[in-house]
């Protein structure tokens, strides 16, 4: 059983068009997460949902949307496609144990890479 | 800020060599350190982490160790496989920040036979 699944694995568009990408946990975390990852490497934050709360809400377009129905499971939306938004994407998870904890593992899916042309 | 300096890489060894990747920080207060790794086409999984200063984290063979007089948090491996091929990245966890990973640029390892 996959702990952290995101679909769909690869997403290939055209500029200006609307797309989601879901993400689901199974491990009973509270916390999840979306990271972009860069055509170099780089990994950045961009959001996250502590008990279905936005709690950390990075400098991010507008046209990026998550929504989390139950703590399971954390969806991005992204409207208006852009060429700059071809990325690989990963969902992540963890339980936090307490707000001041900078310890807690995050698990992560296996990246959705979306590819806008 | 807070943020995370990784060595550049690829780094190329061959198989048994030796493995340093270097990492420093910059955070106030007292985060929590974290070695990840990516294999091709997957995503991150946890390596090793230490908490607070001394620690040494461990684990496949891979080591470090939380420097806070240097604030270095050095990937160490004695002898490396080809299967340890893969993208490195060094985090720092801040504390009263709902696990904000903050990551490195990731350092990608290649180990020929």
Redesign the interface.
Known sequence: DTA?SQTPKYLVTQMGNDKSIKCEQNLGHD?M?WYKQDS??????MF?Y?NKEL??NETVPNRFSPKSPDKAHLNLHINSLELGDSAVY?C?S?Q?TG????????T????SRLTVL | GDSVTQMEGPVTLSEEAFLTINCTYTATGY??L?W?V?YP??????LL?A?KADDKGSNKGFEATYRKETTSFHLEKGSVQVSDSA?Y?CA????????????G??T?LAVHP
Do not use: D, H
Request: proline residues 2%; positive net charge.
């Open positions: 952290v916390t997460y170099k490497k780089f990994l950045k934050i996250s502590n709690i950390i990963f992540a963890s936090v707000i001041t904890s900078g310890a807690n593992v995050l992560f899916g296996a990246g | 985060p929590s974290f990840y990516q086409g997957e995503g991150l999984q946890l982490k908490t993208v990245f720092l966890g801040l504390s009263g920040g709902y696990n904000k990973l903050i990551f640029a990731g990608r």
